[in-house]
């Protein structure tokens, strides 16, 4: 089956961009999102990008599809303490959504 | 408010006791699906449901049942079946099939005494 995969960690200064990064398995993704979870929380959704297109920005937050590799990744640009959460990729894939294992992303004042 | 909710935040199960979780929607979305959600580890599915009256099993659909008797509405019940039920259980819903964007609930924790 279709696997996802993410780093569990990563820190960042505050100020610093940050970047997540994804990997997956199945080519005929259709869409390839991002969601942020606050402890304690539900899922959030960041921003999404179609399986045609190699960018999209949205204010600080950056996407980049590589599909010849299966990688993804956003950017954050000026990370702030309010970015601390868990970050979360997830692609559709024969109508059914697979996400990865999340990453925590922490912000070193 | 359009938007998910899910009730209660925390719920406490004894041994061979069935609980149900809540999950409503107002957002006049078709699909529902209920996910669990372990420490380090990515949300499976467990069943979800893309019309009224009909759903079907996830990934870990072993020791749950739903139903979807409204559009609004896709209560979870977790069996005495489930042999290990602490988690974190997350609602979500879309326009339509699986694939397009899920929106989520706040979350129940479960916990076993």
């Known amino acids: 089956g279709e696997d996802v995969e993410q780093s569990l960690f990563l820190s960042v200064r505050e100020g610093d961009s940050s970047v997540i990064n994804c990997t997956y398995t199945?080519?005929?993704?259709?869409?390839l999102y991002w969601y942020k979870q606050e402890p304690g929380a539900g899922l959030q959704l960041l921003t999404y990008i179609f399986s045609n297109m190699d960018m999209k920005q949205d204010q600080r937050l950056t996407v980049l599809l590589n599909k010849k590799d299966k990688h993804l990744s956003l950017r954050i640009a000026d990370t702030q303490t309010g970015d601390s959460a868990i970050y979360f990729c997830a692609d559709a894939v024969n109508e059914k959504l697979t996400f990865g294992t999340g990453t925590r992303l922490t912000i070193i004042p | 408010d359009g938007g998910i909710t899910q009730s209660p935040k925390y719920l406490f199960r004894k041994e061979g006791q069935n609980v149900t979780l809540s999950c409503e929607q107002n957002?006049?979305?078709?699909?529902m699906y209920w996910y669990r959600q372990d420490p380090g580890q990515g949300l499976r599915l467990i069943y979800y449901s893309q019309i009224v009256n009909d759903f079907q099993k996830g990934d870990i659909a072993e020791g749950y049942s739903v139903s979807r008797e409204k559009k609004e509405s896709f209560p979870l019940t977790v069996t005495s079946a489930q042999k290990n039920p602490t988690a974190f259980y997350l609602c979500a819903s879309s326009t339509s099939g699986q694939g397009e964007t899920q929106y989520f609930g706040p979350g129940t924790r479960l916990l076993v005494l």
């Open positions: 957002l006049n979305h078709d699909a």
């Open positions: 199945d080519s005929s993704s259709t869409y």
